[in-house]
């Protein structure tokens, strides 16, 4: 995938450009290191936001983007203090509103690079719900760049069926039955349905395959 990546980014990008988001993925590699418990995540978030925009029909560019926005997703976490993400408690309010902080300066970190200003947006915003509940600005709906609706699907999927220190794993047709009882109100409905569609289709074998 990272492979992937690069050719995209070499193909598009001047010298000086390719070595700030160069930078920038080394820094994505670098958040595993600050945050094991999440160790791979990213990646995956990665893998299945491009599948999902496959699924859509979104051309290749924009599958490409996704990818590189889901390794940068969580890119803000390294500007976050390490012991709410440790903490296998119910965060405080405080602790909450500390642990939010991340899409903001998952965002002000990505911006800097001119060529990324879309992503930086996506970022930006896939802690967003469909209902209007979700942060930094209680986007709701169509409101909510389609970018971050997906990676905020797939986020939630690989959240759910991959092994965290407090949560116990789930299957995947459970945490797909999850996503499909949230449409509409923290997700996008039709993110979820080809989603859903695409893990049926597989036999619900996405994992080994997709990474
Ligand atoms: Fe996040």
Do not use: W
């Amino acid at each position: 995938m990272l492979k992937a990546i690069l050719e995209e980014l070499l193909e598009n990008q001047r010298p000086a450009k390719l070595s700030q988001s160069l930078l920038l993925i080394t820094l994505a590699a670098l958040l595993d290191t600050h945050d094991p418990l999440t160790s791979g995540h990213s990646r995956r978030i990665g893998t299945y936001s491009s599948l999902i925009a496959r699924e859509l029909g979104l051309s290749e560019r924009i599958q490409s983007a996704l990818r590189l926005a889901g390794l940068l997703h969580d890119i803000g976490k390294i500007g976050v203090r390490k012991a709410p993400l440790y903490k296998p408690d119910k965060l405080s309010d405080e602790e909450m509103d500390e642990m939010k902080r991340h899409v903001i300066l998952g965002y002000e970190i990505i911006v800097e690079v001119p060529q990324l200003t879309t992503i930086a947006g996506i970022v930006l915003h896939h802690h967003e719900r469909i209902d209007g509940s979700g942060y930094p600005h209680g986007l709701s709906g169509d409101e909510i760049p389609l970018g971050s609706r997906i990676l905020c699907v797939a986020d939630s999927f690989d959240a759910m069926v991959t092994s965290r220190l407090y949560r116990p794993t789930i299957s995947v047709p459970k945490a797909l039955e999850e996503l499909e009882k949230c449409s509409n109100t923290q997700f996008d409905s039709e993110v979820v349905r080809v989603f859903g569609a695409y893990l049926r289709n597989k036999g619900f074998h996405l994992l080994g395959e997709a990474l």
